[in-house]
T-cell receptor
């Protein structure tokens, strides 16, 4: 099993550009989430989903959109990139919200 | 609003010593997690604690949960260099899982 796969691994964007970070899991997990990791800040929850068609906001949702059309995929969209969105982004999935989460390898995003 | 605090945020210790990392959280919760992260890598699940008094051990690491005190501890016994990493606790409240800022552990040979 591949587990949780994130693409791309690295990305540089110009301010104002849009892009989608991809996340796919092959474990048939219902629960998926996106976090951003910044130095000294730990991981902050952006958006999460408890199943296909259901998404909700986390701690820092502004500037990001998500959708969950299938169980496997949970893309994160940056609508108009800003330098403050420079970060490492992690996608995670778990069988339910109570189980251990499996994390992708991360996407390192730089906005210039 | 759920807040998760870890302390210390940075710990440098000698091999062979014991130490404890603390994780406090601000509201009632039904589950707590510990993760490990090596530099430049992803997060790896260590423990899932689901009830008051839960204790789990893996090698030199032992985690416990006191839901009444809203406190979890991660105890390191006879530390070895391979345990150098950043350790995160995370707390579940409803459908959200909120992380602490992490404890960067550096074990000196």
């Amino acid at each position: 099993n591949a587990g949780v796969t994130q693409t791309p691994k690295f990305q540089v964007l110009k301010t104002g550009q849009s892009m989608t970070l991809q996340c796919a899991q092959d474990m048939n997990h219902e629960y998926m989430s996106w976090y951003r990791q910044d130095p000294g800040m730990g991981l902050r929850l952006i958006h999460y989903s408890v199943g296909a068609g259901i998404t909700d906001q986390g701690e820092v949702p502004n500037g990001y959109n998500v959708s969950r059309s299938t169980t496997e995929d949970f893309p994160l969209r940056l609508l108009s990139a800003a330098p403050s969105q420079t970060s490492v982004y992690f996608c995670a999935s778990s069988y339910s919200g109570t189980g251990e989460a499996f994390f992708g390898q991360g996407t390192r995003l730089t906005v210039v | 609003e759920l807040k998760v605090e870890q302390n210390p945020l940075f710990l440098s210790m000698q091999e062979g010593k014991n130490y404890t990392i603390y994780c406090n959280y601000s509201t009632t919760s039904d589950r707590l997690y510990w993760y490990r992260q090596d530099p430049g890598k992803s997060l790896e699940s260590l423990f899932v604690l689901l009830s008051n008094g839960a204790v789990k051990q893996e090698g030199r690491l032992m985690a416990s949960l006191d839901t009444k005190a809203r406190l979890s501890t991660l105890h390191i016994t006879a530390a070895v260099h391979d345990l150098s990493a950043t350790y995160f606790c995370a707390v579940g409240k409803g459908d959200k899982i909120i992380f602490g800022k992490g404890t960067r552990l550096h074990i000196l040979p």
